[in-house]
């Protein structure tokens, strides 16, 4: 019987995982198929005991169901229960265990440029679920971070919860702090809700003054579909950054490294990863 997987999202139509993980079951031969669950949050619950009795092996996990869906699962691992959302969910032999794969999935994106995070200074833009899980990636690593986000108390919440269970520094900054460090990370929805800004409206964070102190610098956006910035991986903070000689690392590699992950769980088999890397270009419409 096909064994069958999915995207538990809403909405979930631009979601890039079905292309990445239906390649990687055909490379490996898999009789298995991956679809899109569109879930509304009050369908939540009859989902997850669809998903339990039908059942569903395996279910990536976004937007807005990463924390609801916990209450759902049998067991969840220490590090998604630390980050408090789960990203993937496991059904076998009856139970559902959850995961979560984006801090591994960021730490990888970040190891692809740079040899170690241990001692590095950190400076990770925003507070959301996405910051949760990159600033407890960093920390697992031996990193220092420094969370600044508009909202400074959803920061403060952060540094506080994880300063306990890290030897590493964490701290909250006023978004009006400039702090400087060794790589920059934006895991703010700004580009989201600025679809339409321009080269002279760009927000402080793409000051030229601010981003040459650092080496590296990250944007987790892709796919922005911002008007007057047309590629879909380089953010106007990663145009910014490459003038000023930074590494850049784009936003899909976190979506990509996380995905291999996630693979792995479902099947203990090394992922595909050359052949996922493609599909997800290709889903993004960028020619290899
Ligand atoms: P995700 O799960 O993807 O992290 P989220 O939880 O909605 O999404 O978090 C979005 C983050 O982007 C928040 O940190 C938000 O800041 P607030 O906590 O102050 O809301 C940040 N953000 C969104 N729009 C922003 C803007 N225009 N300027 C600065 N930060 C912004």
């Not at 395996?58 to 916990?70: F, I, N, Y």
């Not at 692809?112 to 959301?128: E, F, H, T």
Request: charged share 25%.
């Amino acid at each position: 019987m096909t064994k069958r997987y999915g995207i538990l999202a809403h909405p979930a139509k631009h979601s890039l995982s079905p292309v990445m993980h239906n390649t990687a079951f055909k490379v490996k031969n898999m009789d298995a198929q991956y679809d899109f669950f569109d879930v509304a949050p009050e369908n939540l619950e009859p989902f997850m005991n669809q998903v339990r009795h039908d059942p569903i092996m395996g279910l990536s996990v976004s937007l807005p169901h990463k924390q609801s869906v916990m209450k759902y699962l049998d067991e969840i691992d220490e590090n998604a229960l630390n980050i408090g959302a789960v990203n993937t969910v496991l059904s076998r032999d009856g139970k559902l265990f959850g995961f979560n794969t984006d801090f591994i999935g960021s730490n990888r994106a970040l190891l692809s440029k740079v040899d170690s995070l241990k001692d590095k200074i950190v400076v990770v833009l925003g507070a959301g679920g996405s910051a949760r899980a990159v600033a407890y990636g960093l920390l697992h690593e031996g990193a220092h971070v420094w969370i600044k986000n508009r909202t400074k108390s959803k920061g403060d919440a952060i540094a506080m919860e994880f300063a306990e269970k890290f030897p590493s520094e964490i701290h909250s900054e006023d978004w009006d702090n400039w702090y400087t460090g060794d790589i920059l990370i934006n895991t703010t929805s700004f580009w989201l809700h600025n679809r339409d800004i321009t080269e002279e409206e760009l927000p402080d964070f793409c000051d030229e003054e601010f981003l040459k102190e650092f080496d590296v610098v990250m944007d987790i956006s892709y796919n922005n579909g911002l008007e007057n910035f047309p590629d879909p991986l380089i953010t106007p903070l990663l145009a910014m950054a490459e003038q000023e000689d930074c590494e850049i690392i784009t936003g899909e590699k976190m979506l990509y490294y996380q995905a291999l992950e996630q693979f792995s769980i479902w099947t203990e088999m090394v992922a595909p990863s050359r052949q996922m890397y493609e599909a997800l270009m290709v889903g993004l419409g960028i020619e290899n």
